[in-house]
């Protein structure tokens, strides 16, 4: 059966051209935004007390109850910026027996434009969160932009301030100036469970105050290019004009921001993604004081613990985080974490799976103390480390998926002083030959093995000596390039 690749879309202001409202594959649409932060300090949320909302006799809650409350409070978004073209014609598509026709000496005076800027346009959603005026969106639909229109359900139109934005959670905070306004009511998203009714409200394709409505499909999903957010995913049908607008619970509570959709077409097909409002408040609240948003960092690399590597290490069952890298001088580093260990809980709370840490550990604080518990060397110990900020050149997500003597099939010596210094590698071997349970792991010619079952390893003799006393599976700390990765090799 012939494949086809799942691209993503988001649910973005989609800029429009002359053709439209075009869909983008995890690329956002908007234009840019500079920090302004002369405005008063005011309470973030209006949070009074939450009242049940009435349900219908039959069927689903009262949505209408719930958007004639709270519809007011979302707002429509217009971007206008500019971007990069050129324009002329491609004379390298003209046959070379027309070369030396007047058509082509006519074309090929537009070859060499220079390139020019064109005006684009695009649209989001936004909701209020304080009666002064500051609105919450996301940050693909401002980023980049050169002004800022917000037209409210009574058709008052301002133009707005942006605040600041965060790339890495898409969360912005916009200001109009206005007072009086109506606000939204903050949920718990932890409450959600999958099955839970929610609705949105935005304006898709420019239809402004738009209501959709669905149930929580799943939560804590974890997308491409977005490991510090634990998406709420939903079956709401969401379009391209969604973007940064509310998503409610029945009681009328805000619980998400709607954000990215799942597509093959550009539109909706049944699966959006909403960033939890408690992620989105702890982000604005650093906007709207700062003008900037830090991100705490522990310096490692991680990758899922599967039941053999489980095996591997002594777990029982497949859980935490296995640690694959540790920057040098990072956090982690000065913890005494090291590549092989498996984090299993932070400040007491589970680690699941590799990708509840880097949004565990990123909408943390730089600087605070963390204490992990952590697997090594087959039992359960607990550090603490001091949080660094996070920066792009440190690692916080999933390690790269590179696959990897007695039953192993490689064929391995010790690296040349030459080769460690490019490597940047203090010991480890250089994989010459494999075949057998390694090959079929996907250890390849070329490779740096780095350690056995978590155990650096300089010399045959140390492989041997490790695979000596253990299990049917055995952990291969594989080095390919600038990479790193644990591989589970079942013993032949």
Same mark, same amino acid.
């Given at each position: ?20 409202? &075009? ?29 049940? %909302? ?6 689903? !809650? ?33 046959? =070379? ?17 220079? =390139? ?17 005026? $500051?609105? $919450? ?5 401002? @980023?980049?932009? @050169?002004?800022? #229109? ?26 109009? =100036? ?46 491409? +290019? ?49 960033? =939890? ?26 990758? #899922?613990?599967?039941?053999? $590597? ?45 990708? +509840?840490?880097?949004? &565990?550990?990123?909408? &943390? ?28 050149? %440190? ?5 790269? #998926? ?15 002083? #030459? ?47 490790? $695979? ?19 591989? !589970?090799?079942? &013993?032949?």
């Amino acid at each position: 059966m012939k494949s086809r690749k799942l691209w993503a879309a988001l649910v973005a202001a989609g800029i429009i051209g002359s053709s439209g409202f &075009m869909a983008y594959q995890f690329s956002y649409a908007g234009m840019p935004a500079h920090v302004e932060m002369n405005h008063k300090a005011v309470p973030l949320f209006n949070n009074p007390p939450a009242a049940a %909302m009435p349900t219908a006799a039959v069927g689903g !809650p009262n949505f209408s109850t719930i958007v004639k409350e709270f519809g007011s409070t979302v707002v429509h978004i217009n971007v206008r910026g500019e971007t990069k073209a050129t324009s002329g014609a491609d004379i390298s598509q003209i046959p =070379p027996q027309l070369r030396n026709s007047p058509f082509f000496q006519f074309f090929q005076q537009f070859q060499n434009q220079q =390139p020019h800027q064109v005006p684009t346009e695009g649209l989001g959603s936004g909701f209020i969160i304080s009666s002064d005026g $500051l609105i $919450l969106t996301n940050a693909h639909v401002v @980023k980049d932009a @050169k002004s800022v #229109t917000v037209t409210l359900t009574d058709h008052r139109t301002y133009k707005a301030k942006v605040l600041g934005y965060d790339t890495k959670t898409d969360i912005a905070v916009v200001k109009i =100036p206005a007072i009086n306004l109506p606000t939204v009511r903050v949920g718990n998203p932890a409450t959600l469970q999958p099955g839970d009714w929610v609705l949105a409200i935005g304006s898709p394709y420019g239809f402004y105050n738009t209501v959709t409505a669905g149930i929580v499909s799943a939560k804590s999903r974890s997308l491409p +290019d977005d490991d510090m957010v634990p998406f709420i995913q939903t079956d709401v049908a969401v379009n391209p004009g969604n973007s940064g607008g509310p998503l409610f619970d029945t009681k009328g509570e805000v619980v998400g921001i709607n954000s990215q959709i799942f597509t093959q077409t550009g539109a909706f097909e049944g699966l959006s993604f909403a960033i =939890p409002i408690n992620v989105a408040e702890a982000v604005a609240k650093q906007i709207i004081q700062n003008g900037h948003v830090e991100h705490a960092k522990l310096g490692i690399a991680v990758q #899922t613990v599967s039941q053999q $590597l489980a095996n591997s290490f002594g777990l029982q069952t497949p859980r935490g985080a296995l640690v694959a890298d540790v920057s040098k001088g990072s956090p982690a580093a000065k913890a005494g974490i090291k590549a092989g260990d498996i984090i299993l809980s932070v400040n007491g709370e589970p680690v699941n799976d590799s990708a +509840d840490l880097p949004m &565990m550990i990123g909408l &943390m604080q730089p600087g605070q103390p963390v204490k992990l518990g952590v697997w090594s060397d087959h039992h359960e110990s607990t550090v603490i480390a001091r949080l660094g900020s996070f920066s792009n050149d %440190m690692v916080l997500a999933d390690a790269s #998926t590179s696959e990897g003597g007695h039953g192993l099939g490689l064929q391995v010596r010790p690296l040349k002083p #030459t080769e460690e210094q490019q490597a940047d590698v203090r010991h480890g071997l250089l994989v010459e030959n494999v075949s057998g349970p390694a090959a079929q792991a996907g250890v390849q010619s070329g490779d740096i093995l780095l350690a056995v079952d978590g155990k650096p390893v300089d010399n045959v003799e140390q492989v041997r000596s490790i $695979l000596k006393s253990s299990g049917k599976t055995v952990a291969l700390l594989i080095q390919r390039g600038n990479n790193r990765i644990f591989v !589970p090799v079942e &013993m032949g």
